[in-house]
């Protein structure tokens, strides 16, 4: 084990630490809860800091990776895959001795077990989500300090946000399928357990229920994966199975089975040799549809924890939480981890099953900015936003662009957290999530408006802002994918739509909060935007950080100038140095797509400047267009739109009812029928017994009786013979004499 | 001390306590109540210490059955009447072994592995527990304590037993006191639901005692020197799982005789209606016992009985057994979804996680999916130690379910869940604590329910994809209910529970080793039990492996493994008939 595997093991558990401390004296702690979880999530980031200079700065030599056959420590690199700091031990190991023991002369050996390790593997693409992680983490944990200032919660919420980080830094450093099930559910825990965080009131409780069943229902689909791969391949760690099932090309180990149909065989990754059941003898193997069903499994649990369409459902409800929450969990780390599976798990996904998870991110993206367009309450906008650009991710990753939908997944936990705690802070201020109410209110808070601006720019696209690039980098992707088979246009066309609507739905949020003037209907000290003031330095630290990062982290080393011109972004090489290495990667930027990344931005802000624009600005308020005009104009679409294109009820109608009209009907089943039936039996049985009762009595008594009496009447018959008269016995002796001889002659001579 | 003094010191310490309970005045209840605590705290130490010795000495983890030919007792004598008298007795092997009717060749045979030791200690946590719990029972409290022992005395004795006989004495002894516990100190329906689990369960018993008498009097001939006429478990074990003195048609009756009698006692589906009644009526500590404890004797007559003494019935039905354990599974979290009856929920609950003991027992693919002449055991072992673990889990949190609801039980006097709410806000310490142990039963990993339910639905998926999605969609119907059950106990708001007390130390002392178990078990379960129990079941597995492989292959003669073992039916019969004439 490499010092820096042990340096990230700590930074794991470190956070779990502090939680357990949390958890015992959280009475005792009381408000100093904050210091620990923040001090423990701090000293994470810092060993992530230093692992990731090491990473990048000494051992992996990633400025040369990636451009097919180089001389130097890049080429060693390409046949040996990028740098890994591994570390593992055995969870359970189960099942030898069941196996039976090998009788060698001299020695007994048991056979092998089957192991489930527990393991962190941190390569380039974990170290860059530590970093992120826990960087991102760290400042929401000091935004929290003042948002959730006057909270009688607030200890019991640092205690759960340490344990997220726990959970969430676990599930990017596991090194095995296995592991990542397990802390996918503790994040949906924590999720769970920080929806429902105010859980006085109702409507967060059920928000809380949805959010872990929606995701129950994917994981059930990652169940099924998690089985099939264990059962035919035996194990489940992310780098055997990577390197096994394919070539050094890319080509799938196939050999034709019995029946014809393809079977993938599992190989050792440094040998090639195939790798053998030690007890069978037999070479570990899946047929190609399982592979795809298990691919497709997996990827279920990845649509859920991604709020992917069509289990997109639970992360707009899921705002019921506070604010940081829906920042940190909900925007930049938790939900962004199906697309880190994605990624992680990339050459295990058959070509059908990219295809899938390519169509299910444009679809996802699509829905995701339409309802966002017509929502009123800024956090679900957000929410929307969020649901919409992970599918850009998803698409991205399905596309083959590897590196850009992962590229994407951190610019956008930058400036997607920058957004909801300026959201947050906003609300900190004026207490509505309503934007009918407000208004103007850039004059009364800048910093916060500034740092909302930055992070609007960045999510729309704008050149030299963190999403431009990561996007740039997307559409080039679908592009590639496009020219090579032009049947799936949408794959470029559902991305482009997006584009538009994501800057149109970003700038029309933020020139409805802080632009213009209130228009809430209530004056004086009912008016929020009268009563709004800057939050405290504490909030808006973090968000000016935030901000700066959302500028830079997209940045090429030429000062953000766009790839076409130079090389592309710092962050996108370095996750691409860990590209799966059959992947062609980074097919050339190109000028039709940065065009179409500039046109989307361009065409989606300037369609938001002319509906929503303060009236004060003379050129557009003489061509401005009405929202309301166009609501009134296509009314069904807007209902459509305001209903979510009604999959809550859809769901209630298909799901949620069927189920508990099962269980009710069930229980009613199980308490006439099933214990009917033993209710039944014990009656009849009690009622056999009864008429065998009276059988007893009449019948078998009877007869006994019956068999008494007449002893009895021939004992009264008897009685006339027993008179006691000496004279009437000798007559009956002398006739019973006198009959007997007669007999007896009769006997001798007959 | 001798071995057999130590193991019947487990039975006898609290029969000891239940004669000082029937002592002690009619006035000291504080006695009555120190007695049983001590006895009951006495037998948790004494299988820690078992567990101490179990652990350190290399012979007393050797397979049951080299520990019982080390204790051989010497037959000696013929026709019928066989004489015994014991041979040699290894020190601390934790076995013994002594002539208790020797005309029938009955014996006090007792002995422990590493399965049952880990259910004896169940056995005495939870009974410490549950005494400890009791505190507040102030009716008859004689007999109320003696009773409590004698339950405690024969469900250790049951985990005991390596003789048929015995195990069935013990067995049948422990529905006595558990009828008068739920018929004199139980809730309103008492004498129903008291009268329904004697009976139900008697009526499951005697399929055991059938299926007991058959393995006893079959007529298999002689294979190695074995003619029958034994309840020896060990010994049968070993019988069945080396030659074919029992054919697959007799197993397969066998299997199905001890399937009912042991699908009763679990419970599962369609035998399980006795459970909710008697939950709901028992008192608390009865209701922790009866979940914690009396449910793993069903899984444990399968794991010791049921499988292994009819290991090609077991396999020939394998199918049937694993569609009614997923049914069960699903069927109950279904049902408990329903409930209003905060404790009917919970008992419906144990019979959907004692569908994965079934499950986990029955996922038998032991072969390669490739080729079907390899075997390969791992995977049906990773779903027996998943059974194993599903009873030590359920064991823990099922208990300590049911003793939460027994705590809000007797402040707020009601179990309905729509009446309760809003706890979390009055009792934060109760409140954390439910969370840990439900989220247990739920199966969140990290958690104890985890590791069982994962072993098994990975071990399911082996054995049929299409069983395992099922059992593993029951993931989703049991976070439904617990989650739609802690939104209903403890989130919320509601008025009229705001002057509850929240726990106090006894009921504190009560929940905290449930908690921190709930949490080790499913954290460290390899070092914790695996290690020690694993091995013992592996043993099991191979036992039932080696025994199908004699039996089943269809059209084939088994190979006879030595001399003498695994003679051909045909053969078998020809012996038969030899020696008749």
Known sequence: MKWQAGLYLIAVL?????????????????????????????????????????????EAAWLSAGHGVQSGPGAREAETGPVVWRASADWVVLGGAAAGTEDRPGLTVAKPSLVIPLGIAVDNLGVIMFLMVTFVATLIHVYSIGYMHADPGYPRFFAYLSLFTFSMLGLVASSNLFMTFLFWELVGLCSYLLIGFWYQEKANCVAANKAFLVNRVGDLGMMVGLGLLWSTLGTLTFEEINQGLRDGSGQWNVKTGDEGRDVVVLQEARSGEPVVNPITQERRQIPMGLLTLAGLGIFAGCVGKSAQFPLHVWLPDAMAGPTPVSALIHAATMVAAGVFLVGRFYPLFTEEVLLVIAYTGGITLLIGATIAVVQTDYKQVLAYSTVSQLGFMMLGLGVGGWAAGLFHLVTHAFFKALLFLCAGSVYHSVHTYEMPELGGLLKKMPTTAYAMLVGTLAISGAPFFAGFYSKDAILTAALARVHESPEHMLLFVLPAIGGVLTAFYMFRLWLLIFSGESRSKHLGQGDPVARAYESPEIMTRPLVILAVCSIFVGWTVQLGLPPVIGPRPVLEQMLEYGAP??????????????GASLAVAGIGAGLALLYYAPSGLPHFTARRLSAAHAAETYPVLQQFLLKKWYFDPLYAFLFVRPTRALARLFARFDQTLVDGLVNTAAAATALLSRLEGYFDQFAVDGLVNLLARAVYRLGELSRLIQTGRLRTYLLFLTIMLVGLFAGVIAWVHG | MSDNLLLSALWLIPVIGMIAVLIVPRSRLDLMRWISLGSTFAVLVLAVVILGIYLDRPEAQTSLRERGAQNALLAVGGEGAVE?????????????????IPFFNIQYYIGVDGVNLSLILLTALIAFLACLASWNITHQPKGYYSLFLLLTASMTGVFLSLDLILFYVFFEVMLLPMYFLIAIWGGPMRDYAAIKFLLYTLFGSVFILVAILILYFYPGGSVRGFQGHSFDLVELTSV???????????QGWVFLLFLVGFLVKLPSFPFHTWLPDAHVEAPTPISMILAGILLKIGGYGMVRLAWPLAPAGAYDWSMVVAAIGVFSILYGALVAMAQNDFKKLVAYSSVSHMGFVTLGMASMALFSPVDSSRLDPRYYAFGVNGAMFMMLAHGITSAGMFFLVGVIYDRAKTRELDKLGGLNNVMP??????????FGAMGLPGLCGFVAEVFVVLAAFHYSVSLGTLAAAAMILTAGYILWTIQRVFLGRNESWKDLPDLNAREFLIAVPLVILTIALGIFPQALILNWVGPSVDQTVQGIVSARELNVQPGQIPAPRSAGAGLPAGARAAVAQAQEH
Do not use: N
């Open chain 1, 14 to 58: 470190v956070p779990l630490f502090a939680f357990a401390v949390q958890a015992v004296f959280l009475r005792g702690l009381k408000r100093r809860c904050v210091v620990v979880a923040t001090a423990a999530v701090g000293f994470s980031c810092l060993l992530s800091v230093i692992g990731f200079v090491d990473y990048f700065g000494f």
């Open chain 1, 581 to 594: 290495a059959w992947l062609e990667q980074g097919q050339g930027p190109h000028w039709l797509a940065l």
């Open chain 2, 84 to 100: 015994v008298a014991e041979s040699k007795s290894g020190s601390f092997d934790l076995m013994a072994r002594s002539p208790w």
């Open chain 2, 240 to 250: 069945v799982t080396e030659s074919g003195y029992y054919p697959r048609s007799v």
């Open chain 2, 429 to 438: 310490l109760y409140g954390s604590m439910s969370y840990v142990i439900f």
